[in-house]
């Protein structure tokens, strides 16, 4: 099992770009998040799925936007870049209670917005 | 809404020594899970403990152990014979799992890094 894999590794933006972060799993976890890593702040989530065809926002939901067609793949569209949007970012995934709540989480992207 | 604390932005400790990390949370669920996450240099996040709430026995997993204190909702770890593998940044986090209403989403405390001197 690859596990979570997520592309780019990094990636610089201008302002006003729009990019998409990929996120794929292959251990069938019907559950997956993205979060963002800033400074002193932890992790914060963006959005989530509890399934395919189920997302809904978390608490820093603002600029970017989700879709899960499959089980497998979440990715996470940045719609405008901003400087504020500058962070790494981290898919998750789980089994849930099947997995003992564990979350899987991808090696990250570093983006950069200028 | 549930959040975590962790009031110790900074700590270090010498080779083969015990350390303990506090993590306070605030929540008015009573059953969830809690966590510790270790990001090492390499950024990855590294599952270290998870407690569950209804459990009262400590959870432990070879040199880390929790001090689990369900009424004054602290969740600490201690990490005994320190390792130089060890230097990172833990992250203590709580989740109201699906089952239980909840979203299975992860609320993260802001950290902790955490030094292993030789």
């Known amino acids: 099992n690859a596990g979570v894999t997520q592309t780019p590794k990094f990636q610089v933006l201008k302002t006003g770009q729009s990019m998409t972060l990929q996120c794929a799993q292959d251990?069938?976890?019907?559950?997956m998040s993205w979060y963002r890593q800033d400074p002193g702040m932890g992790l914060r989530l963006i959005h989530y799925?509890?399934?395919?065809?189920?997302?809904d926002q978390g608490e820093v939901p603002n600029g970017y936007n989700v879709s899960r067609s499959t089980t497998e793949d979440f990715p996470l569209r940045l719609l405008s870049a901003a400087p504020s949007q500058t962070s790494v970012y981290f898919c998750?995934?789980?089994?849930?209670?099947?997995?003992?709540?564990?979350?899987?989480f991808g090696p990250g992207t570093r983006l950069t917005v200028t | 809404a549930q959040t975590v604390t962790q009031s110790q932005p900074e700590m270090s400790v010498q080779e083969a020594e015990t350390v303990t990390l506090s993590c306070t949370y605030d929540t008015s669920e009573n059953n969830y899970y809690l966590f510790w996450y270790k990001q090492p240099p390499s950024r990855q996040m590294i599952l270290v403990i998870r407690q569950e709430a209804y459990k009262q026995q400590n959870a432990t997993e070879n040199r880390f152990s929790v001090n689990f204190q369900k009424a004054a909702k602290s969740f600490s770890l201690k990490i005994s014979d320190s390792q130089l593998g060890d230097t990172a940044m833990y992250f203590c986090a709580f989740m109201k799992p699906l089952t239980q209403g909840g979203s299975e989403k992860l609320v993260f405390g802001k950290g902790t890094k955490l030094t292993v001197n030789p």
């Open positions: 998750a995934s789980s089994h849930g209670l099947a997995g003992g709540r564990e979350q899987y």
């Open positions: 799925s509890v399934g395919a065809g189920i997302t």
């Open positions: 251990m069938n976890h019907e559950y």
